[in-house]
């Protein structure tokens, strides 16, 4: 059998997760000969999607090796077996795929487009998040967010003050760019001085508008100059695919799918795949000509290749934003129908719903909940529960309390719907950004611009004649609808 | 004829073809996709992705093949392509004890791994090689060579592994079980549409129970985003393009 070592690789790619499976795809058309390996048995390292026993496994290694890994302090708790036969159960372990990225894309996102422009978009399915949902602690109910304009104009809970200076703020929010001396002065203080400042905001629409940026931190600490873009992105992405939403994630285990997908066409494109084989050890060395290897990696399976050029995933912990969250992945026997509802027409079937709770909206035992919590309820339609019962995913800014703020938010969204059902299983878990790709709630297109700046060094001078990830039909493809033998 | 009758629904059904290396897993979905055969064909890189549509009486499977490589080298891709496959072809050769072997192999990692409602094919390849070839195996009354013995022959009879064998493992393990020819076209597109009668009707629907979770194939169903806009998926139905 022809071994590793008796290829000389252009390039070595270490790690499956999205952003090197993204790499993996632009390089796929290139005819380099590519190595991707993974020092895990399953595709996706960061953003892997497991079954119930898969996610056992991960947290029994992530026990092993607390240091070296992004992820810490990982449990899985599971409510009693009952003896009462009616009383709803977990369902077997392959009929979940909990995943550990569940970003919202943003319709805006260059991402979707780069998986249309190389095609693998054929083999994705998208679903939309609906309805995004707030807590208001005084009332102790859930509001939905108004979606675009008409909503804001027949929403009752809103005067007609309030709704001036909204319609005012959203003008200004999406042509932000062109009106830097709006907020330009401010740009380093906090969204909610620049909104009751400048728009005359009340604390409760500070609120509001801050949730649309997803931050992880409380408008006081959320910067103008970070939360405008997103702002104008969530305004601005609503309608562009369809009536009702403005972000989608990808069925069958969020960017694990994404991911894989790419893998596949890496693949497909003569890509070399080896699972459970890691990096023991990068020898750089001089290298003769521009064709001789600049690496020499030990593999863990025992095997040394040569490569021109070596990518790997970096695990050196960020130092500036948030770098830390706490999540919680939760099960529930019951499909929350009413978050799903839509209300907009020719809206498709919404599969997540957002729910925030933002700062000091729960009771806590010792102490007070001071950033915010978000839960992305994920309905059966996205293929990661059985029908009849949803999958949350829960996240907090990691502190001491994150663990009880996150459990308070659950109950407290579980109160709030009717026929809520019951907590089947809940997997606790922080999460570390690595370097350079702060943690967020929806996909970052800077990651994408990483992987476009990675390929440009892969392909050198022939960037410049290629388009980074526009691809033909590949030929099945093509041949697809023109030589159909029906049998 | 088809084109006249009101559309028959129609839905995706993903397959990914595993199998030790040159048992002839390209060149089954070469003879059922174009219809033909190559004598050398080249051992497959990575993967390959092809479709084909396979008409049913009352509905059209259009499958999404993905054709893995069987080299060792490429052992750890199968996992991204059985991971949300609604059905799986197993093929070994006919000829060759060890691929058998292998192929129980896949089927094992395939019941432990893969979506819990997956469609498992067993299929031996190259019955052209026995003596047998002109019968097929789901119909061996065929008026075949008459002494079509198991075990060698001494009519180039390369057969080495036994229909009885691979077919008691295949219900033990209830795996749909055929003996095909890439290279003269027996019995491959039976296995083809076999598979497609197999996918639950309401795995199809996108109605699904617990158990058919993750094998419900992706049908148009209401929570679909288009991100092409409706231009496409017209030129989908019309072009080649
Ligand atoms: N006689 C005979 N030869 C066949 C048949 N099917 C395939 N072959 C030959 O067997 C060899 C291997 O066939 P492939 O289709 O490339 O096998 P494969 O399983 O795709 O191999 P890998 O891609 O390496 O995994 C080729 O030379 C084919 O011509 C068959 O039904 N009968
Ligand atoms: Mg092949």
């Known amino acids: 059998m022809e071994s590793l070592s008796d290829t000389r690789w252009d390039v070595v790619i270490s790690g499956t997760g999205l952003r090197h499976s993204l790499l993996a795809l632009a390089l796929s058309r290139s005819n380099k000969k590519?190595?991707?390996?993974?020092?895990?048995?399953?595709?996706?390292?960061?953003?892997?999607?497991?079954?119930?026993?898969?996610?056992?496994?991960?947290?029994?290694?992530?026990?092993?090796?607390?240091?070296?890994?992004?992820?810490?302090?990982?449990?899985?708790?599971?409510?009693?077996?009952?003896?009462?036969?009616?009383?709803?159960?977990?369902?077997?372990?392959?009929?979940?795929?909990?995943?550990?990225?569940?970003?919202?894309?943003?319709?805006?996102?260059?991402l979707l487009s780069r998986l249309v422009s190389s095609k693998v978009y054929r083999q994705l399915e998208f679903q939309a998040v609906g309805n995004w949902w707030i807590y208001n602690a005084e009332e102790a109910v859930l509001k939905r967010l108004p979606n675009g304009r008409e909503d804001i104009f027949q929403d009752k809970n809103i005067d007609n003050r309030?709704?001036?200076?909204?319609?005012?703020?959203?003008?200004?929010?999406?042509?932000?760019?062109?009106?830097?001396?709006?907020?330009?002065?401010?740009?380093?203080?906090?969204?909610?001085?620049?909104?009751?400042?400048?728009?005359?905001?009340?604390?409760?629409?500070?609120?509001?508008?801050?949730?649309?940026?997803?931050?992880?931190?409380?408008?006081?600490?959320?910067?103008?100059?970070?939360?405008?873009?997103?702002?104008?992105?969530?305004?601005?992405?609503?309608?562009?695919?369809g009536p009702g939403f403005g972000a989608v994630v990808p069925k069958w285990g969020g960017g694990a799918e994404i991911s894989q997908v790419a893998c596949r066409a890496g693949a497909v494109g003569g890509g070399v795949y080896v699972l459970g084989t890691g990096i023991e050890n990068v020898k750089v060395v001089e290298a003769e000509d521009t064709e001789s290897p600049a690496f020499h990696l030990a593999l863990s399976n025992g095997e040394a290749v040569g490569t021109k050029l070596y990518v790997h995933e970096a695990t050196d912990k960020d130092?500036?934003?948030?770098?830390?969250?706490?999540?919680?992945?939760?099960?529930?026997?019951?499909?929350?129908?009413?978050?799903?509802?839509?209300?907009?027409?020719?809206?498709?079937?919404?599969a997540v719903s957002v729910v925030v709770f933002p700062p000091m909206s729960l009771q806590i035992a010792d102490g007070i909940q001071s950033d915010p919590v978000y839960i992305m309820v994920h309905s059966s339609e996205t293929g990661e529960c059985p029908a009849g019962q949803s999958v949350l995913y829960s996240t907090t800014k990691s502190s001491s309390l994150s663990k009880i703020v996150l459990q308070a938010a659950l109950e407290s969204l579980m109160n709030r719907v009717p026929n809520q059902g019951k907590l089947l299983y809940t997997l606790y878990y922080e999460q570390t950004a690595p370097s350079g790709s702060p943690l967020d709630l929806s996909f970052d297109d800077q990651l994408l611009e990483q992987v476009e700046a990675q390929w440009r060094e892969v392909m050198a001078e022939k960037a410049n004649e290629e388009s980074f990830m526009q691809f033909e039909e590949r030929k099945g493809m093509e041949a697809e609808e023109e030589d159909d033998n029906d049998y | 004829?088809?084109?006249?009758?009101?559309?028959?629904?129609?839905?995706?059904?993903?397959?990914?073809?595993?199998?030790?290396?040159?048992?002839?897993?390209?060149?089954?979905?070469?003879?059922?996709?174009?219809?033909?055969?190559?004598?050398?064909?080249?051992?497959?890189?990575?993967?390959?992705?092809?479709?084909?549509?396979?008409?049913?009486?009352?509905?059209?499977?259009?499958?999404?093949?993905?054709?893995?490589?069987?080299?060792?080298?490429?052992?750890?891709?199968?996992?991204?392509?059985?991971?949300?496959?609604?059905?799986?072809?197993?093929?070994?050769?006919?000829?060759?004890?060890?691929?058998?072997?292998?192929?129980?192999?896949?089927?094992?990692?395939?019941?432990?791994?893969?979506?819990?409602?997956?469609?498992?094919?067993?299929?031996?390849?190259?019955?052209?090689?026995?003596?047998?070839?002109?019968?097929?195996?789901?119909?061996?009354?065929?008026?075949?060579?008459?002494?079509?013995?198991?075990?060698?022959?001494?009519?180039?009879?390369?057969?080495?592994?036994?229909?009885?064998?691979?077919?008691?493992?295949?219900?033990?393990?209830?795996?749909?079980?055929?003996?095909?020819?890439?290279?003269?076209?027996?019995?491959?597109?039976?296995?083809?549409?076999?598979?497609a009668n197999a996918i639950p009707e309401t795995s199809l629907k996108g109605a699904r129970g617990p158990g058919a979770t993750q094998a419900a194939s992706r049908t148009e169903d209401q929570s679909r985003v288009n991100l092409t806009g409706p231009r496409d998926s017209a030129a989908k139905d019309t072009c080649a393009c």
């Open chain 1, 34 to 110: 590519i190595l991707h390996v993974d020092e895990n048995d399953y595709y996706g390292g960061p953003e892997a999607a497991f079954s119930l026993q898969e996610v056992d496994e991960w947290v029994e290694e992530l026990g092993k090796a607390p240091t070296s890994t992004l992820f810490r302090n990982a449990s899985i708790w599971k409510s009693e077996e009952e003896t009462s036969t009616d009383s709803p159960t977990l369902s077997f372990s392959r009929a979940y795929t909990l995943t550990l990225s569940p970003q919202i894309i943003y319709t805006k996102s260059k």
């Open chain 1, 162 to 241: 309030a709704k001036r200076n909204l319609m005012k703020f959203l003008k200004f929010v999406v042509d932000y760019e062109n009106q830097t001396d709006v907020w330009e002065a401010q740009s380093e203080s906090g969204l909610d001085i620049f909104l009751s400042s400048k728009f005359n905001f009340p604390a409760h629409l500070q609120i509001v508008i801050t949730a649309l940026t997803l931050s992880l931190a409380p408008p006081s600490e959320t910067s103008v100059k970070w939360a405008l873009p997103r702002i104008a992105r969530h305004l601005t992405s609503i309608g562009l695919f």
């Open chain 1, 319 to 350: 130092n500036g934003g948030i770098t830390t969250v706490s999540k919680a992945i939760s099960i529930i026997s019951s499909s929350v129908p009413s978050l799903f509802r839509s209300t907009v027409e020719g809206s498709p079937l919404a």
């Open chain 2, 1 to 195: 004829m088809a084109e006249a009758t009101a559309p028959k629904p129609s839905s995706s059904v993903k397959l990914v073809l595993l199998g030790e290396a040159a048992v002839g897993k390209s060149s089954l979905v070469l003879r059922f996709v174009n219809n033909d055969f190559q004598e050398n064909k080249e051992p497959t890189i990575g993967a390959a992705f092809l479709t084909q549509k396979c008409n049913l009486p009352t509905r059209t499977i259009k499958f999404e093949i993905w054709d893995t490589a069987g080299q060792e080298r490429f052992a750890s891709l199968a996992p991204m392509y059985y991971r949300n496959a609604q059905s799986a072809l197993v093929v070994y050769d006919l000829t060759k004890p060890t691929s058998l072997v292998k192929a129980k192999h896949w089927v094992a990692e395939l019941q432990r791994q893969a979506s819990p409602g997956i469609v498992i094919a067993l299929v031996g390849n190259k019955l052209d090689l026995t003596n047998e070839s002109a019968s097929s195996s789901n119909n061996l009354g065929d008026d075949s060579e008459g002494d079509a013995t198991e075990g060698e022959a001494d009519d180039g009879d390369a057969r080495k592994v036994s229909t009885a064998e691979a077919k008691s493992y295949a219900e033990e393990e209830g795996l749909l079980f055929f003996e095909t020819s890439a290279k003269n076209g027996t019995n491959v597109s039976e296995v083809f549409t076999a598979i």
